[in-house]
């Protein structure tokens, strides 16, 4: 088990990550297409709107078919999107890793996973082509200069240990040597570009976009038009809308302001609403999913779900009231969060969960519980006593979950709520503990724009791709149905992004 | 209770409703907007699409409110749309007849009983308006003509009797009567013209639609275009998308062209597809109600639901493989549903339950057990033993189970699934049994555009209404959440019809 210490990527770091050239578009007017009647103030081969993995691996594998020239737009200031502020998880099936570790796993192991938590409505046809293309993208990802650790994790609803974490542990060390590959294979990529809109020709085929550049996400309205043409393919990877509180409302009028998202103040959805005036097909937009592993003691992302998927395995989850455990700590994201939200008091307040842990175990990952430590996200207790008194637990019951617990383990089998016990092999609960609170956060949209296995995005009226337009990511929907498992987001990403690309260049 | 005989619409009472006049549109251009640039070959002040509940009402209400010229057109060769083939039950609260009847009722526990049904994403500000303005469009239907039976019923999920059927056991009860309001009115009504497109004016106002005159459902592609100016307002009233396969599918991968729909051929999602292409907000539509009330035994909506409808209360479901009850029978839709597509054999494969009545109560509606029994969707069995044997079911279990319920009927109390026994009192089930099979059947679209308690339809990209357009009923979405309570369709189309119309009156 590695101690990695490297630390989580900071603000500073981010900064690395604005490499935007400021140079307006008027002045790289290139050839415009003859046979269209819009004033184009510059010409690529392809465009894709958005810099998170999705558009960072589209732009990647439009150059190695050939594209020659590839922008790469971002309205933020900086690059990555929710790329940079995740965990940096990604579960692929069969890797070299996993072999050297003896996990056995398939492709097809993990699309049953994803099929399970997705509830009968998952695409598995794009989940089959996603985790087809893992090893490709996976292995992308390190050619570009990414690295992992050496040890996979469980995320809930996965049969077996999958999750490969950059040493970052920050998406961050993904999107930066994908955003330095973009600079040594001359892709352009702009900051503050906002897309505004798509542009379609006479035949309906989707030519270019409209942009404003030198946007300020804070100051909506500053900047400059401009008319951008594609003439192989415009590539939207926009991500989801979980910071659009009005969009994530008429869903859910349950996720009002006061409910906390991971997400990147960019995800507002501007790509998807364009799409769908387009006569993009919307799909599964009311599944909105929040992640079980988040601390109501921090704000944004935060420092407690790193910590929380690596210990869920080995720990329990403790109601307040009860004492007892009330869900499988690796049940898929929504059976989680739906149970946490659940924990209330007699009056019906928030009473968040406990997840218990021994110090014994969650020390083997120093790194994340140093950070739950300092950032007073989570604690440490000599004693059962101590855990309940701190967090006013009746005792008995606790004590008594605990010896079940324990014994459960013994057995190999989890009579209370059926975890996969694989993970927890000897891994008896004892004192000292290391503790936090759980909470569910607004995490991702499972929803989005209908899309194939060419990345094509399907019109509503006709069920046919629109000519031109590609879409890949949170921005498309379907994917995972009612539950995308942790750690599928970015092969997902990276899948359809390379798909894009090679559906274009093949066009 | 009554046994009123009249006999359920037939389709040959269904051709009284094809009042469409044939005249094309431009023997009838009037007076055409100055402003618009639009080549309009006729003018109304407010156009329906669609001649259901919503259609009718809008027109109605429009015409009460001093609209001169109002046109409904409606693309089958008949009018109504689901609304002809339909129970013909509607949930109103607080009505003369429950008062008479003794029922406790209020517009409050209405909507308390739908919020919950529809899982905390339902809209609570549209139910309150449409519980609102419940007796007003109850009282609409009676003045135009409708005549209602002297009992109410209690549809699962509801918590007091309070669903208003008209005498014909079919929505055609209500239909017919309002289109001969119409006619009264001077209303125009016009069938086989089929909805194309909103037509937006430069001010980005809809200002009228495309239409193709002399449609034939089966031969798209006839028929011979017109564009009609609506000066007012355009009032969507296209219904849902169940009969759109592909579209269907999209949000839910099983519900393949092998799933029966109750739903009339000419629900496919046109004028949903339009509005999300004019830049609504769609939501919700990955929740596709099926209904818990439909046999397996019949195609279409069939007679099965009136029967179940009836008898729910005082009777039991049994699964097959236990002899055991499975579900409350009164629970919400989706909850039983669920339940019943649940009833499979060890491989997995379809094992209708049977729902099993005392004759002694199925018989208090001769009519709807006529209908079941004379249909071959229903049978008659002297014991418990000839049901058993009949459907394979294990006998003791059966017998314990039936004594089980006859225990929670004295008691009025059923411990075992929590449903609701205000309406079983002293009803013991007892030989001889009738009984049908229940499977679910695609019923209902909640997903529709997001609309406001004006009957505004709201743009994703800002929130604010789109000018001029104006929807309600099915093709409007978020209204009832993940479930909509049975017999609460029709008063929500004929709210928001009424709705729709007043808005635009004073607007």
Chains 1, 2 share one sequence.
Request: proline share 5%; glycine share 10%; charged share 20%.
């Amino acid at each position: 088990m590695t101690t990695d210490t490297t630390k989580r990527t900071t603000l500073k770091a981010l900064g690395a990550l604005s490499l935007g050239a400021t140079l307006p578009f008027t002045s790289q007017a290139a050839s415009c297409s003859a046979t269209d009647s819009t004033r184009w103030d510059a010409s690529y081969d392809i465009i894709c709107v958005g810099s998170g993995f999705t558009g960072l691996a589209a732009a990647i594998e439009a150059k190695r078919r050939g594209a020659q020239s590839v922008l790469v737009i971002e309205k933020m200031p900086y690059c990555g999107g929710n790329g940079v502020i995740n965990a940096g998880q990604a579960c692929f099936a069969n890797t070299p890793l996993q072999n050297k570790l003896g996990i056995e796993d398939s492709a097809e192991l993990m699309v049953s996973d994803q099929l399970k938590a997705g509830r009968g409505i998952a695409d598995r046809a794009l989940l089959e082509h996603n985790a087809k293309l893992g090893p490709y993208a996976f292995q992308m990802t390190k050619e570009c200069g990414a690295v992992y650790l050496d040890f996979c994790q469980q995320p809930g609803g996965h049969s077996a240990p999958r999750s490969h974490q950059v040493v970052e542990r920050s998406g961050a060390g993904i999107i930066r040597p994908m955003l330095a590959e973009c600079e040594k294979q001359g892709i352009i990529v702009k900051t503050r570009v906002k897309f505004d809109d798509l542009v379609f020709n006479e035949q309906g085929r989707v030519s270019g976009i409209r942009v404003m550049e030198g946007h300020y996400h804070d100051r909506p309205g500053l900047g400059k038009p401009a008319t951008l043409q594609a003439t192989k393919g415009v590539v939207m990877a926009t991500g989801g809308f979980t910071q659009n509180i009005r969009l994530r409302m008429a869903q859910d009028p349950t996720l009002t302001e006061e409910v906390v998202s991971t997400n990147a103040p960019g995800a507002t959805g501007d790509g998807l609403i364009a799409m769908m005036k387009g006569g993009a097909n919307p799909v599964h937009l009311a599944h909105i999913q929040s992640g079980p592993w988040a601390s109501p003691d921090e704000g944004g992302f935060g420092y407690a779900p790193n910590y929380a998927i690596f210990n869920f395995p080995h720990s329990i989850a403790i109601d307040l009231m009860t004492g007892r455990r009330f869900m499988s700590e690796l049940a898929d994201r929504k059976t989680r969060a739906d149970a946490e939200l659940q924990r209330r008091d007699a009056d019906g307040n928030p009473l968040p969960a406990i997840l218990l842990t021994a110090k014994a175990h969650s020390s083997q990952n120093q790194h994340s519980l140093d950070n739950v430590l300092e950032a007073k996200v989570g604690w440490e207790f000599d004693s059962l006593e101590a855990v309940a008194s701190h967090f006013n637990i009746p005792l008995a019951p606790l004590k008594a979950q605990v010896k079940e617990w324990n014994d459960y383990v013994t057995q190999g089998k989890d009579a209370q709520f059926g975890k996969p016990m694989n993970l927890t092999q000897g891994k008896q609960m004892s004192a000292p503990y290391s503790v936090i609170r759980l909470w569910p956060k607004v995490h991702y949209c499972m929803g989005g724009v209908q899309i194939n296995t060419q990345a094509e995005v399907i019109a509503a009226a006709t069920g046919a791709p629109i000519p031109g337009l590609y879409a890949g990511g949170e921005v498309a929907g379907g994917v995972h149905g009612v539950s995308r498992l942790g750690g599928c987001s970015i092969p997902d990403c990276l899948a359809m992004g390379i798909t894009a690309a090679r559906s274009i260049m093949k066009a």
